[in-house]
Each structure stands twice: as structure tokens, then as C-alpha cells.
């Protein structure tokens, strides 16, 4: 295994991912890609704290709190307190949060169907196992038993 060549191609697939989120991102909307992985996530699960919104973006508290900050400015986001802990905030996507987060989505989801199809069956599937072990190990889970 040629751990340079993979460490290139990794780099690359995250850069290339990243000019494609921030090529079809809504004309006149500067979002950033953790603002742009943000609405995703609260677009997929209602009432997340900063701190798991944090925990699932990878992302600092601090950092969280500034992007939810400008997000909430935006009327992306709001802040609704947590009503069984009054101590914790839980964060709500708005309609226009959730219309933002549809057009990005549909504006790049034809992109990635395109590099889909242009891969053989057999890359595919490589893909579909190699990318759930790839991304277990980035999160430090253990290894499965060898069959």
C-alpha cells in the first residue's frame, strides 16, 4: 500500500468536495462550508445542543457558538430553550434554514450522481466498503474481527 498516494488522493477528494459545496452554494448567500454541514445536520435532527451540534461537526464549542450565532443572525437558525434543562439551549432549523439547505442539496446532489455513474460497479462497491472503514477508523472505533 502506497500510504502517500492515499494520503494525496484523500486531500484531494476533501478539496474537490469543498470547491463543489462552496461552486453551488445559493448565489448571494456567503455560506461557509460548517455553516452550509450545520444545516445539514440540524435539517436531519431537530433540537440538537451546541454541544452535540459541536460533537457531530467536529467542530470547537466556541466555534459552534460563533457559527450559530451567525446562522440565528441570518434567520437560519434559532435558539429555543431546552424546556426539561432551562441551562441548555436546543437548536431549531428555520424554513428559510430548511429552504437554504434544499437548494444547496439540489444544487449539488446532481454532481455527485454524476460521479457515481462514472465509476464502474466495481469501484462503487469498493467505495461502499472502504469508505465506512475508512471513516470508523477517523472516529477511533475499533476494528471489526477479521473473518
Given at each position: 500500500?502506497?500510504?502517500h498516494?492515499?494520503?494525496?488522493?484523500?486531500?484531494?477528494?476533501?478539496?474537490?468536495?469543498?470547491?463543489?459545496?462552496?461552486?453551488?452554494?445559493?448565489?448571494?448567500?456567503p455560506?461557509?462550508?460548517?455553516?452550509?454541514?450545520?444545516?445539514?445536520?440540524?435539517?436531519?435532527?431537530?433540537g440538537?445542543?451546541?454541544?452535540?451540534?459541536?460533537?457531530?461537526?467536529?467542530?470547537?464549542?466556541?466555534?459552534?457558538?460563533?457559527?450559530?450565532?451567525?446562522?440565528?443572525?441570518?434567520?437560519?437558525?434559532?435558539?429555543?430553550?431546552?424546556p426539561?434543562?432551562?441551562?441548555?439551549?436546543?437548536?431549531?432549523?428555520?424554513?428559510a434554514?430548511?429552504?437554504?439547505?434544499?437548494?444547496?442539496?439540489?444544487?449539488?446532489?446532481?454532481?455527485?450522481?454524476?460521479?457515481?455513474?462514472?465509476?464502474?460497479?466495481?469501484?462503487?462497491?469498493?467505495?461502499e466498503?472502504?469508505?465506512?472503514?475508512?471513516l470508523?477508523?477517523?472516529?477511533?472505533?475499533p476494528?471489526?474481527?477479521?473473518?
Open positions: 500500500m502506497d500510504t498516494r492515499l494520503h494525496h488522493l484523500l486531500t484531494d477528494l476533501l478539496r474537490t468536495t469543498g470547491l463543489v459545496l462552496m461552486d453551488r452554494a445559493v448565489p448571494g448567500h455560506a461557509s462550508l460548517s455553516q452550509l454541514f450545520a444545516l445539514h445536520e440540524l435539517d436531519l435532527r431537530s440538537l445542543s451546541q454541544r452535540e451540534l459541536a460533537e457531530r461537526l467536529g467542530l470547537e464549542k466556541s466555534t459552534v457558538s460563533r457559527l450559530v450565532t451567525d446562522l440565528e443572525s441570518d434567520g437560519l437558525v434559532r435558539r429555543e430553550r431546552d426539561d434543562n432551562r441551562r441548555l439551549y436546543r437548536l431549531e432549523i428555520t424554513d434554514g430548511r429552504r437554504l439547505h434544499r437548494e444547496i442539496a439540489s444544487a449539488v446532489h446532481p454532481r455527485y450522481l454524476q460521479w457515481i455513474e462514472g465509476m464502474t460497479p466495481a469501484e462503487r462497491e469498493g467505495l466498503i472502504g469508505l465506512p472503514a475508512l470508523r477508523a477517523m472516529h477511533g472505533e476494528r471489526p474481527p477479521e473473518e
